[in-house]
């Protein structure tokens, strides 16, 4: 028979084993609760920048991470357009990588179909993790697309022992499955919005999205105490194209005028195809002057030289172009109104161009 001193050593053993499994069972349930918030997080991002936050920022701090980056491949910059088109340009998220090819980025991309945890190494690492400093490890999550890798979640540790070979990554490759299916989705619905706002004829946006943007500009002007200008541009004589040449001699110049205009404009403008021969321009925090110089090189780049018609033959197109101006203030609350009077004033300036002899750029009167 057991001794009593026997007999408890046993009991408390097994209290403690009962301990240790009782703990070890709290801290999966909290892993497993953390990795389902993370995962629902990027579940609710319904657009491209608000899913990179979630990536980058949002993995940094929930992990309690030095530093998160994301590589992303866009060999056609479909992602980056996408990113533009919505105001949030892929620059302006420091941690995001974006590139045409993975080929010589870091060579755990030869073959990277479950996530790779180790040592952080600057020679293989550097170019994926720009900003790292102080980093020791590293787990290079897959992103993939239709069983292609498509770049990697990087998250990087100043810990040594944070991410090694030994440790699981089970928990990391059903996030990298998830981010994965978060990136097709948000990319997705961003082509979706995007083509219900662009002009079939010139691939420019169309009248909708600029009622979009134009509230948006209008809103950031008045947080930003800046102005905001508006260039509306009409083709002069554009009926007599159509009545001599037909409708296709009228498309092909329609989309030829919306690609000279788009060589001068800058990254920040916003321009639509406002309807009929009528393209829109906003310039955000921008001065009358500056804009008149913008507007008459448009014009010149317009006038210089004559456009192909279908047939072969060239026609000369000028444009007269309206300029008006507004500077929202912290009392302006209806900025519908507000923009639907900045379009009717630029329509008045560019009535007077065309009042005083057609191609020439006309300001709105004081």
């Not at 810990?159 to 499955?177: E, M």
């Not at 040449?245 to 000279?260: K, N, P, S, T």
Request: with cysteine; proline share 3%.
């Amino acid at each position: 028979m057991q001794s009593k001193e026997e007999t408890g050593a046993q009991l408390k053993a097994a209290r403690r084993r009962l301990d240790e499994l009782t703990a070890e069972v709290a801290r999966n349930d909290d892993k497993l609760r953390r990795t389902q918030q993370r995962e629902l997080c990027l579940l609710q991002a319904e657009d491209l920048e608000s899913l990179l936050n979630v990536l980058v920022d949002g993995l940094r701090l929930s992990y309690g991470l030095e530093y998160v980056s994301v590589v992303l491949c866009d060999p056609d910059h479909d992602i980056r357009h996408l990113l533009l088109a919505s105001g949030a340009a892929a620059e302006g998220f420091p941690n995001l990588v974006m590139v045409e090819s993975l080929t010589g980025l870091a060579p755990q991309y030869i073959a990277l179909h479950q996530p790779w945890l180790g040592a952080y190494a600057g020679c293989d690492h550097q170019m994926i993790c720009p900003g790292a400093v102080g980093v020791k490890s590293i787990a290079m999550i897959p992103l993939t697309h239709r069983g292609k890798l498509i770049g990697s979640i990087n998250l990087c540790s100043g810990d040594a022992q944070r991410f090694t070979r030994d440790h699981a990554s089970d928990f990391l490759a059903h996030l990298g499955i998830i981010a994965s299916f978060c990136v097709e989705n948000v990319v997705n619905r961003a082509r979706l919005l995007r083509s219900g706002f662009t002009d079939v004829l010139t691939g420019w946006h169309n009248r909708r999205y600029l009622t979009v943007r134009l509230s948006e500009e209008l809103a950031r002007a008045r947080r930003d105490q800046s102005g905001l200008v508006c260039l509306m541009l009409d083709v002069d004589y554009f009926k007599r194209v159509n009545d001599t040449w037909g409708h296709a001699a009228g498309d092909a110049v329609l989309r030829e005028l919306a690609q000279r205009i788009e060589s001068q404009v800058r990254a920040s403008d916003v321009a639509a195809r406002f309807g009929g021969e009528e393209f829109i321009v906003l310039l955000p925090n921008t001065e009358v002057a500056s804009a008149k110089l913008l507007a008459e090189r448009i014009r010149n780049a317009i006038s210089e030289a004559g456009i192909e018609l279908p047939d072969g033959k060239k026609v000369a197109v000028t444009v007269s172009i309206g300029i008006a101006e507004v500077h929202p203030g912290p009392g302006d609350k209806d900025l519908k109104t507000l923009g639907d009077s900045l379009i009717a004033r630029a329509d008045v300036a560019l009535y007077a161009a065309k009042s005083a002899g057609r191609d020439r750029v006309m300001v709105e009167a004081a």
